[in-house]
């Protein structure tokens, strides 16, 4: 198939009624662009920068000076608002990387890609500066705990990964279901929301082996 799609894979707040976006086309090799738009106009887009290939994920820092994306090789652009400057880390996550998210103190991004794999990368440094093998499913989504010193990872086989941060040592995991665990987000320090490929939302208390209730049904996966 050789006719493009656009898509929007992502959107992050980056302050003041403004956002940023990654994007891909059908052809997932190809390279894809990183857009900047404001919330009450989303009509004229500005282009930030490029990927290699499709973005798929993308964050930024809470001053919004710092707008990170990853792709479907696992490259990880960082960008630099002020300066307008995009630095390109080939491979820094391996493989596909279907998620990152920034750190509370806006020093790292922390990814996970489809081999199962964490990965925390230090902005000031910029090396990984720490990961964690969780499976062999990809990581779907990462959420951190109200109080900072938890993560929760979903994954491709149904299950949640529980972490202690910053030392990424394992608490254990929940099995929501047989589907691909698509979203995850901490609704208190104990109980977590959890978007399923089973078309079911799902409240889960955040401890090893907790039992699911599903609390919405939905047409399609949650994602």
């Known amino acids: 198939v050789d006719t493009e799609s656009q898509w929007i894979t992502a959107i992050a707040p980056v302050g003041d009624g403004t956002f940023v976006a990654g994007s891909a086309t059908g052809l997932l090799l190809r ?3 990183v857009v900047h738009f404001q919330a009450d106009a989303p009509g004229p887009i500005e282009v930030l920068y490029e990927h290699p290939a499709a973005g798929w994920t993308v ?5 919004g000076k710092t707008v990170a994306s990853a792709d479907y090789k696992g490259n990880l652009v960082v960008y630099d608002v002020e ?3 995009a630095t390109t880390h080939e491979n820094a996550f391996e493989r596909w990387c279907q998620k990152i998210v920034i750190t509370p103190d806006d020093q790292a991004v922390v990814a996970g890609n489809e081999s199962g794999k964490i990965f925390v990368w230090s902005l000031s440094d910029a090396k990984v500066s720490s990961s964690a093998e969780l ?3 990809s990581i779907t989504s990462i959420a ?3 109080n900072k010193t938890q993560l929760a990872a979903t994954d491709g086989e149904g299950k949640v990964h529980l972490l202690k941060y910053p030392g990424l040592e394992s608490v254990g995991t929940i099995t929501v279901g047989e589907e691909t665990a698509w979203c995850v987000a901490y609704e208190s320090e104990a109980s ?4 399923s490929g089973d078309r ?10 907790a039992k699911p209730a599903s609390i919405a049904k939905g047409s399609d996966w949650f994602t």
């Open 144 to 146: 951190f705990s109200p």
């Open 31 to 33: 390279p894809s662009s």
């Open 135 to 137: 499976g062999k499913a």
């Open 59 to 63: 964050a930024a820092t809470s001053d």
């Open 83 to 85: 300066s307008k400057k």
């Open 192 to 195: 977590l929301i959890v978007g």
């Open 200 to 209: 079911n939302l799902y409240r889960v208390e955040a401890k090893p082996d």
